[in-house]
């Protein structure tokens, strides 16, 4: 069983195009989030939800938005895609254990190539 | 969160040992050391985590100093797929559930 999937794994798209990516965990957790490694191989952290509600909004354009329908799901859509939004997108997952911040679970990536 | 510091890259022969080291001199009380890797390609996994104790697992040792201002993650009979890219974060772990990843230590495993 997959703890933390995402689809697609690779999409390719035009500029100015808008596009979704979509993530699910099946551990329980309450806390998801989407992280960003680009070409350099940084991983950043862009957003982090708790039981549906955003707690970690980095300086990311708001081109980007994330959605929670619930706690099993965190969707990230980007609307006019740009070249520099190519990388690799990661969702995660991790439950807070009295009080102590659990490790985090991560899918295995979406490759997003612009051109 | 504190930053930490990394060998850009190590090398290990299989079956041996690899230790891996990091510092982290700007560590709060109440922060942890967590590792993770990141084998090619693939999404960053979870090794280990600790506090001020030395903490062993299934797959790694983490032996953090008295002063807790640095680390050494220990694979203890390191093998080809160990290969990877590792990742020593230190973070609060209350209420900011943030990483900040820095761009951890190569590991090569070899023959």
């Not at chain 1, 329980?28 to 909004?57: A, P, R, V």
């Not at chain 2, 040992?17 to 009380?29: D, K, M, R, V, Y």
């Amino acid at each position: 069983d997959t703890a933390v999937s995402q689809t697609p794994k690779y999409l390719v798209t035009q500029m100015g195009n808008d596009k979704s990516i979509k993530c699910e965990q099946n551990l329980g957790h309450d806390t998801m989030y989407w992280y960003k490694q680009d070409s350099k191989k940084f991983l950043k952290i862009m957003f982090s939800y708790n039981n549906k509600e955003l707690i970690i909004n980095e300086t990311v354009p708001n081109r980007f938005s994330p959605k929670s329908p619930d706690k099993a799901h965190l969707n990230l859509h980007i609307n006019s895609l740009e070249l520099g939004d190519s990388a690799v997108y990661f969702c995660a997952s991790s439950q807070v254990a009295s009080g102590v911040l659990a490790w985090q679970f991560f899918g295995p990536g979406t490759r997003l190539t612009v051109l | 969160d504190a930053k930490t510091t990394q060998p850009t890259s190590m090398d290990c022969a299989e079956g041996r040992a690899a230790n891996l080291p990091c510092n982290h001199s700007t560590i709060s009380g109440n922060e942890y050391v967590y590792w993770y890797r990141q084998i090619h390609s693939q999404g960053p996994q979870y090794i280990i985590h600790g506090l001020k104790n030395n903490e062993t697992n299934e797959m790694a040792s983490l032996i953090i100093t008295e002063d807790r201002k640095s680390s050494t993650l220990i694979l203890p009979h390191a093998t080809l797929r160990d290969t990877a890219v590792y990742y020593c974060i230190v973070s609060n772990a209350g209420n900011n559930r943030k990483l900040i990843w820095g761009l951890g230590t190569s590991l090569a495993v070899n023959p």
